[in-house]
């Protein structure tokens, strides 16, 4: 070991050294790139981990579309939707799914207000997506929470619909280089088409056999579950013991434990799960927690509170700006990752304006940070729109792009020797793109060359927000 010490440290001495070259050319880049360009560049950019996902908020309803009319793929269901509505109809019940076993057991009247979801007229088709996504001015927190997510209906309850959904978005964050997927897939009152519940412990089998089928495994990708617990709810510390022993006896797939909701709902303060936590901890091995804490508009201790429920991870953490001594304790523990989710924190109002987002305050404080979508099929967005968000907001160096990948591999709750593969994974596709863009293209017109070659997906949220389509 000791006479393999200083080749070691000659051979990080040069990949810091190629990172160095590389930097200047990468602000070079960013200062001549077209936005198309700079755009292109970051689809191509390998990415890390995506930490902070809600599987069904990452649905694209053009997706749920596609899987949820045809049988093949949603375990020979029937989805149909509320399209017939009037005035007076709740916004969530408008363009609400059901499936074929509650549509059976509807009354011929309240039957009248859905069709087969296969049945939509092109328009209403179009007004149908538009629903499940924020994309209109003035819809932001009061619909994402309490419209676009109740509308899924009894998506929820359709396990086949959701691993499918989930591969179309494994598949969609490969193309854009993402390693790694800790997404929060909870099992709560999973039904098959035939009404019969299917507990936790059945579905974990028909998981692991959809996730190792071949079209996922060329993905690429390394997905892990979390399980969320729905902190407002008044049986949440039930919820949160079931899924504690849930979690704990299917570590393989799942990883953490998440708590989410929205959180200026006071039945979900932090500190209520506090005495719950501490007893499963007494009964079970450690446990990753990954909290949303701190999406809040005001200051208040759920930071702070969160922390001494134990979470290593910390989902948003706008308000933490607020709270300078937990502030000062991140940046000096640097124990605890924030999730940073700028553009659903933009969307949903929390920073409306995000030149005012605490996000590079804690990146070039020493907190540790890393991007993510959150709700990427409801934001109508990618992983890209958050880096070319932060790039170009920010001014972000190459050292820090590097460092928000690197982040979200060294803190995910993956096993250690796939977090290991990962890691090392990543520095080589880095070292890649290193030389694809610097060593390799002399000048920047061949770098601006290469980036042409590349063909992003875009979404309307890159449309609608800087103009950027790419076909
Ligand atoms: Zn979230």
Redesign the pocket.
């Known amino acids: 070991m000791r006479c393999l010490l200083p080749l070691l440290l000659l051979l990080v001495a040069a990949s810091v050294a190629k990172a160095a070259d590389f930097a200047a050319r990468f602000d070079d880049l960013v200062r001549t790139a077209t936005p198309r360009q700079l755009y292109a560049l970051l689809y191509d950019l390998p990415k890390g981990g995506d930490l ?1 996902n ?1 599987a069904g ?1 990452s649905d694209r309803p053009e997706w749920m579309f596609e899987i949820l009319t045809d049988p093949a793929r949603n375990g020979g269901d029937a989805f149909y939707t509320r399209a017939r509505f009037g005035p007076e109809t709740e916004p969530a019940a408008r363009y609400r799914l059901i499936r074929r076993r509650t549509y059976e057991q509807l009354a011929p009247a309240a039957r009248a207000g859905y069709v087969p979801l296969a049945d939509l007229s092109p328009a209403e088709r179009i007004a149908w997506a538009n629903a499940f996504r924020l994309d209109a001015p003035g819809e932001g927190r009061d619909e994402f929470f309490n419209v676009i997510w109740p509308r899924r209906g009894d998506l929820s309850q359709n396990l086949d619909a959701r691993l499918e959904l989930l591969v179309v978005n494994l598949q969609a964050f490969a193309a854009e280089g993402l390693a790694y997927l800790e997404t ?1 897939f909870g099992l709560d009152g999973l039904v098959t088409p035939d009404g019969r519940a299917l507990t936790p412990a059945e579905a974990a089998p028909l998981i692991e056999r959809r996730l190792a089928q071949p079209d996922v495994v060329a993905t690429g990708v390394v997905v892990r579950f979390q399980d969320t617990v729905i902190r407002f709810r008044p049986d949440a510390e039930a919820r949160l013991s079931e899924i504690y022993a849930f979690v704990a006896a299917h570590r393989d797939r799942w990883v953490g434990i998440n708590m ?1 909701g929205i959180e200026s709902d006071p039945r979900g303060r932090p500190l209520r799960f506090l005495s719950t936590l501490r007893r499963l901890r007494a009964q079970h091995p450690t446990l990753s927690l990954s909290f ?1 804490a701190g ?1 809040m508009d005001g200051a208040d201790s759920h930071v702070r509170d969160t922390l001494l429920l134990g979470a290593s991870r910390l ?2 953490a706008v308000n933490l700006i607020k709270d300078p001594d937990t502030l000062l304790l991140l940046q000096q523990q640097q124990r605890v990752l924030v999730e940073i ?1 700028l553009i ?1 924190n933009r969307l949903l109002g929390y920073v409306p304006d995000l030149t005012q987002h605490p996000f590079p305050e804690y990146l070039r404080t020493g907190v540790p940070v890393c991007l993510n979508t ?2 990427r099929g409801m934001w109508d967005s990618n992983l890209t729109d958050e880096y070319f968000t932060a790039v170009t907001t920010y001014r972000l160096s190459w050292p820090e792009v590097v460092q928000l990948g690197r982040n979200s591999l060294a803190r995910a709750f993956v096993q250690p020797e796939v977090k290991a593969k990962l890691l090392a994974a990543y520095e080589t596709r880095i070292a890649a793109f290193e030389q694809k863009y610097g060593a390799g293209s002399p000048t920047i017109s061949d770098a601006l060359g290469k980036v042409e070659k590349v063909k992003p997906v875009t979404y309307g949220y890159a449309k609608r927000t800087w103009g950027l389509e790419f076909r």
């Open positions: 902070h809600h908020g929060q989410a949303h999406e989902g948003h989710n659903s959150d709700d």
